[in-house]
């Protein structure tokens, strides 16, 4: 079946370093990959939505300086969290649309963030 | 406005026991995707199951089993005899049909934690 690999799986880095975090889907092509966003006991929210060679689409309230996407290729996109802070804090899930597959998303295993 | 609500937070029930969480939905769409995943402690989304809108017909996979109905826009997840293994959190998603036939997002409920005691 389809599988995404997300890296890393969890990372603990301090206040005002960047961290990114790869999603890389590995036996189909992602044309769409949806960003999510889960705090501690609480539900996953989508953070952005990006499409393959444009610009990723943000959510309200999530700042697209601070969580740069790239959506370069089809098998591979990026989030990279710039100049974090402890709230930055949280676990962060990425979920790929399989071209040709309606309704199908395949989730990545997620990355667990810590800013120190 | 689309809307997942999942009212039980916390369910605790000892093994054995049959188990339902409930999942209520709002969409304006009349297409529309259902789904289930379960969050065991490390994190990763595990599928469970996926409803479109025109297929109202109940689902029996093992112990689990899913009861959709459009007229009260619910669509229930029951475990029968719970295992240990069982215990995670529970989210019921909706994903519409988008204008166009491009996929939306999956917009999640806040959740159940299930915990199945020994």
């Known amino acids: 079946g389809a599988v995404v690999s997300q890296h890393p799986s969890r990372v603990i880095c301090k206040s005002g370093t960047s961290v990114k975090i790869e999603c890389r889907s590995l036996?189909?092509?992602?044309?769409?990959m949806f960003w999510y966003r889960q705090f501690p006991k609480q539900s996953l929210m989508l953070m952005a939505t990006?499409?393959?060679?444009?610009?990723?689409?943000?959510e309200q309230g999530v700042e697209k300086d601070k969580f740069l996407i790239n959506h370069a290729s089809l098998t591979l996109s990026t989030l990279t969290v710039t100049s974090a802070h402890p709230e930055d804090s949280s676990f962060y899930i990425c979920?790929?649309?399989?071209?040709?597959?309606?309704?199908?998303?395949?989730f990545g295993s997620g990355t667990r963030l810590t800013v120190v | 406005a689309q809307k997942v609500t999942q009212a039980q937070t916390e369910i605790s029930v000892v093994e054995k026991e049959d188990v339902t969480l409930d999942c209520v939905y709002e969409t304006r769409d009349t297409t529309y995707y259902l789904f289930w995943y379960k969050q065991p402690p490390s994190g990763e989304l595990v599928f469970l199951i996926r409803?479109?809108?025109?297929?109202?017909q109940n689902e029996i996979s093992g112990r689990y089993s899913w009861n959709f109905q459009k007229s009260t826009s619910s669509f229930n997840f029951t475990i029968t005899a719970s295992q240990v293994v069982d215990s995670a959190v529970y989210f019921c998603a909706l994903s519409e049909h988008s204008y166009g036939g491009s996929q939306g997002n999956l917009i999640f409920g806040k959740g159940t934690k299930l915990s199945v005691k020994p």
């Open positions: 409803r479109n809108s025109f297929d109202e």
């Open positions: 979920s790929a649309k399989a071209q040709g597959v309606p309704y199908g998303y395949t």
């Open positions: 990006s499409n393959e060679g444009s610009k990723a689409t943000y």
């Open positions: 036996d189909f092509q992602a044309t769409t």
